[in-house]
């Protein structure tokens, strides 16, 4: 069978939905994935446009990936699991990339062209080979940071290289992305004050060991799951999150710092600490210092700074 293509609105042509699920749509011999960038629908010529959801979803026999200089959206899980090894070109028409969209891949670097206007969640995650992040600089919406992709603006993280050994993350991120810092090969992470949220399995498969948040920062999901090196989350916010952010089979130490970052302290929330650790800055405005879910807290050190 060849690739499965869909007129839309008798305008465009979508490579389809799950047209080769679990590769049926490809026959077995090929080992290349050539999208055409004009095909005949019934007798009418259409120009491909779109790669439709999981359209070569778990397609393991595939060497190359050859995208037409038409294609504007790739939606979610596209060429997901293919474990390619060679780099994938994408066209200077591309707009839009989807959640997952290059997930699970060998390839070594990416380059996003200049016209692309999103990145959804975990599209380049489950990489481990990407050594090289790159943006072109014409595009207004992205850019790179030591091989680190954001926003352009550097609010949303959305994508480290997973060779990298440090990380260093900016101050003016809100938002680590889910699946962002997957199979990351650095060993301790800061999380800078400003970062409002991290996200399910951002830090999956990591080799994460100690983790700095020093914000009130919400933790959504297991955003450190399958994280089996993790042993230190260091918490300096005032409350720790009621999510569950680690599977039940990992249990880091988790210590809680209070007035890390102030000198004001109007009490924590404690819903799963092996150690709070209280700073209290010299002649500071201190007022209380009070703590809910005690009997979690195996131990509470006061340290007063000078």
Not at 250 to 277: A, H, L, M, Q, W
Not at 286 to 299: D, P, T, V
Request: include cysteine; proline fraction near 3%; aromatic fraction near 12%.
């Amino acid at each position: 069978m060849s690739i499965i293509y869909t007129a839309i609105n008798n305008e465009y042509a979508l490579v389809g939905d799950n047209s080769t699920k679990d590769c049926n749509g490809l026959d077995d011999t090929r080992s290349s994935i050539d999208i055409e960038p004009n095909v005949i629908i019934g007798n009418k010529w259409y120009e491909v446009r779109e790669i439709g959801h999981k359209a070569f979803y778990k397609c393991k026999n595939v060497s190359s990936v050859s995208i037409p200089n038409t294609v504007v959206q790739i939606d979610n899980s596209a060429f997901d699991c293919l474990f390619i090894s060679s780099n994938i070109v994408l066209p200077d028409s591309l707009k839009f990339i989807g959640n997952y969209a290059f997930a699970s891949n060998y390839y070594t670097s990416i380059v996003i062209p200049k016209n692309v206007q999103f990145i959804g969640y975990g599209a380049f995650s489950y990489t481990k080979h990407v050594n090289s992040i790159t943006v072109d600089e014409g595009n207004k919406y992205f850019c790179v940071e030591s091989n680190i992709l954001y926003d352009i603006k550097k609010t949303r993280l959305i994508q480290a290289a997973h060779c990298l050994t440090s990380i260093d993350i900016p101050a003016t991120v809100r938002c680590i992305d889910a699946s962002s810092l997957t199979l990351l090969s650095a060993e301790r992470v800061v999380i800078p004050i400003n970062v409002k949220k991290i996200m399910n399995i951002a830090f999956q498969f990591s080799n994460v060991k100690t983790v700095v948040i020093h914000g009130n920062t919400a933790l959504f999901g297991v955003c450190f799951k399958d994280c089996r090196q993790l042993c230190e989350v260091i918490y300096c916010g005032s409350s720790i999150q009621k999510s569950k952010p680690f599977d039940d089979d990992i249990s880091p130490i988790v210590r809680t710092c209070v007035g890390y970052n102030n000198d004001y302290f109007g009490g924590i929330n404690v819903t799963k600490s092996d150690e709070c650790v209280a700073f209290l800055p010299y002649r500071s405005n201190f007022k209380r210092l009070c703590f809910s879910y005690h009997n979690s807290i195996a131990r509470i050190i006061l340290i007063l700074l000078y």
